[in-house]
């Protein structure tokens, strides 16, 4: 399967599994909503250009806003995180090993250490940016500061159970274009 089909049909099942699954899952706590769908930008192949990156990503949030009814709110973060994944890759990662020999970032490719490092910081990230943007509605600082703990807890033991539910090849890139 190429690699554009195989993010198409991510790009809607994640979509999906959001908004049918997860959204409908009554709250755990005050404080926790399950979320999963911004995987899908973490999942997405280095080959992606910073521009590309970002605007896939926005039109991924737009798309989640829509099924939730909440304009702006989710596509906000997701390109955030979009425009911040290359900076900690580069950061986290030996460019002349892993970005340039492999195609997409996965635990087999980078390690646990690098792969655990870099879905916390982005599911934190992106969960302060989310839950800034709605507490700015209600203003309580002890809500703001529970709600992205908890709720990136949650997020992140759902990435690392679905990690290993669905367990990606390590594809390495060849000289084909």
């Known amino acids: 399967m190429s690699t554009l089909l195989k993010n198409i049909i991510r790009f809607f099942l994640f979509i999906l599994v959001q908004f049918f699954v997860l959204d409908k899952v009554p709250p755990l706590h005050q404080f926790v909503k399950p979320s999963l769908y911004f995987l899908y930008i973490l999942w997405l192949p280095f080959s992606i250009p910073r ?26 973060p997701c390109v955030l995180i979009a425009y911040l994944r290359p900076f900690l890759l580069n950061i986290l990662l030996p460019q002349e090993s892993t970005e340039l020999s492999y195609v997409e970032p996965n635990i087999k490719n980078l390690g646990w250490a ?23 509605q209600f203003g309580n600082f002890i809500y703001f500061i529970g709600k992205v703990a908890a709720t990136t807890a949650v997020s992140v033991l759902l990435i690392f159970v679905t990690e290993m ?13």
């Not at 521009?51 to 989710?74: N, V």
């Not at 539910?165 to 274009?177: D, E, I, Q, V, Y």
């Open 51 to 76: 521009f590309g990156l970002l605007a896939i990503a926005f039109i991924f949030g737009l798309s989640m806003d829509y099924f939730s009814g909440t304009p702006g709110l989710h596509a906000a």
């Open 114 to 136: 690098p792969y655990a490092t870099y879905v916390l910081l982005l599911t934190f990230i992106h969960h302060s940016y989310l839950v800034f943007i709605e507490w700015t």
């Open 165 to 177: 539910l669905f367990l990606r090849k390590a594809r390495f890139r060849t000289n084909k274009s």
